[in-house]
């Protein structure tokens, strides 16, 4: 069975940083796509970054250049450094799978979803 569970979240002002981590299990962690996505109140879910088995990794333009994904195939997590924290980066954040090798478009392919940690900046 298929468990994500994320961790790490909390209130920093603007500026701040924050690591989400999530923790997998159930799957061949190793082998597979990963992503974190988030979605604040009204909006839809977006995606924030993405990372393959090898490393290879995309990320929103809107997060570019102040986040990053990394992730520990030998310990099935995958991480979320957040610098340079803004007030729209507020929103609850999810990891997620499709348990692809590659990663997929869309947030439908996805099918695997934690519960989700919740980041709040201020100003």
């Known amino acids: 069975q298929v468990h994500l569970v994320e961790s790490g979240g909390g209130s920093v002002q603007s500026g701040g940083s924050l690591r989400l981590s999530c923790s997998a299990s159930?799957?061949?962690?190793?082998?597979?796509?990963m992503a974190w996505f988030r979605q604040a109140p009204g909006k839809e879910r977006e995606g924030v970054a993405t990372i393959r088995s090898g490393g290879s990794t995309s990320y929103a333009d809107s997060v570019k250049g102040r986040f990053t994904i990394s992730r520990d195939n030998g310990k099935s997590t995958v991480s979320l450094s957040m610098n340079s924290l803004k007030p729209e980066d507020t929103a609850m954040y999810y990891c997620?799978?499709?348990?692809?090798?590659?990663?997929?478009?869309?947030?439908?392919?996805?099918?695997?979803w934690g519960q989700g940690t919740q980041v709040t900046v201020s100003s």
């Open positions: 159930g799957f061949t962690y190793s082998s597979v796509c």
């Open positions: 997620a799978t499709g348990l692809q090798w590659w990663c997929p478009a869309t947030v439908a392919d996805f099918r695997y």
